[in-house]
T-cell receptor
Framework: AQSVAQPEDQVNVAEGNPLTVKCTYSVSGNPYLFWYVQYPNRGLQFLLKYITGDNLVKGSYGFEAEFNKSQTSFHLKKPSALVSDSALYFCAVSLNYGGATNKLIFGTGTLLAVQP | DAGVTQSPTHLIKTRGQQVTLRCSPISGHKSVSWYQQVLGQGPQFIFQYYEKEERGRGNFPDRFSARQFPNYSSELNVNALLLGDSALYLC??????????FGAGTRLSVL
């Protein structure tokens, strides 16, 4: 069965420092990977996706993610964190991108706290 | 352009009651999906509709049902509410089964 793991419940980083939020996946076949961010009392906002091609994907708000097939990972990164980046981040995988049912399977989320 | 809109934003029900949640997709989006997010967990897939037909169902009991209307809006119905149904219910729409864009959700509390 396909699954997504986010091994860290919380990541703490100082403003201006680089940040990494980790994600690993377990699927059979080619994965389609996504990152979403959730602010308090808000829905999920799409950040970026990996479908195929370049392993480094650039997304919204200066975020990027690196796809590593051998390590089955899709870590979210940002070179310089902002206090406003503090939120709950979810990694998700889909097996049927563009197919009849492209349900998303989410990880449990990682709370990012950026200290001023 | 308006994003995905959901109503109501908050809802309080008692055990055994029935509830209907509503979702309006982004204009032009034909696919709507429903997810349940329990506190401290990631969203769990409930249903997906495309062009008014059910295209996928998650591991939820038959108390959960949904439908999509000709204007692509959707309703999620939950019967015989249990305490464990308390959650944030998220609706997402997508264009031709592409990236899913989420609404702010409906927070359901079952007492």
């Amino acid at each position: 069965a396909q699954s997504v793991a986010q091994p860290e419940d919380q990541v703490n980083v100082a403003e201006g420092n680089p940040l990494t939020v980790k994600c690993t996946y377990s699927v059979s076949g080619n994965p389609y990977l996504f990152w979403y961010v959730q602010y308090p009392n808000r829905g999920l906002q799409f950040l970026l996706k990996y479908i195929t091609g370049d392993n480094l994907v650039k997304g919204s708000y200066g975020f990027e993610a690196e796809f590593n097939k051998s390590q089955t990972s899709f870590h979210l990164k940002k070179p310089s964190a902002l206090v406003s980046d503090s939120a709950l981040y979810f990694c998700a995988v889909s097996l049927n991108y563009g197919g009849a049912t492209n349900k998303l399977i989410f990880g449990t989320g990682t709370l990012l706290a950026v200290q001023p | 352009d308006a994003g995905v809109t959901q109503s109501p934003t908050h809802l309080i029900k008692t055990r055994g009651q029935q509830v209907t949640l509503r979702c309006s997709p982004i204009s032009g989006h034909k696919s709507v999906s429903w997810y349940q997010q329990v506190l401290g967990q990631g969203p769990q897939f409930i249903f997906q509709y495309y062009e008014k037909e059910e295209r996928g169902r998650g591991n939820f009991p038959d108390r959960f049902s949904a439908r999509q209307f000709p204007n692509y809006s959707s309703e999620l119905n939950v019967n015989a509410l249990l305490l464990g149904d308390s959650a944030l219910y998220l609706c997402a729409s997508s264009l031709d089964k592409n990236i899913q864009y989420f609404g702010a959700g409906t927070r359901l509390s079952v007492l």
